[in-house]
Nanobody
Framework: QVQLVESGGGLMQPGGSLRLSCVAS????????AGWYRQAPGKQRELVAE???????NYADSVKGRFTISRDNTLNTVYLQMNSLKPEDTAVYYC?????????WGQGTQVTVSS
């Protein structure tokens, strides 16, 4: 079983930056793909960025060039660096790890971009 705990969300002005962290416990996640999703009020959860076990990233078009996903396997942690934040980035951000038999999710962290 994998437990995921996100942190780093908060209130930020447009154009600012935040870094989200997702710390995994219970199992080594270095062999599993991982990703960040977000869900805005009234909208479906959507993929923001994902990263393979080998470190290859993939991004939603809406965040390309602004967000960077990375992982530190020594810390069992996945990060999302978010730059040039926009109001439309406001959402609850969730960490996801794709296990062999199960998908694991964190509890989410709120990101609000507003002046």
């Amino acid at each position: 079983q994998v437990q995921l705990v996100e942190s780093g969300g908060g209130l930020m002005q447009p154009g600012g930056s935040l870094r989200l962290s997702c710390v995994a416990s219970g199992r080594d996640i270095s062999f599993y793909p991982a990703g960040w999703y977000r869900q805005a009020p009234g909208k479906q959860r959507e993929l923001v960025a994902e990263i393979t076990s080998g470190g290859s990233p993939n991004y939603a078009d809406s965040v390309k060039g602004r967000f960077t996903i990375s992982r530190d396997n020594t810390l069992n942690t996945v990060y999302l660096q978010m730059n040039s934040l926009k109001p439309e980035d406001t959402a609850v951000y969730y960490c996801n790890v794709q296990g062999i038999l199960n998908d694991y999710w964190g509890q989410g962290t709120q990101v609000t971009v507003s002046s």
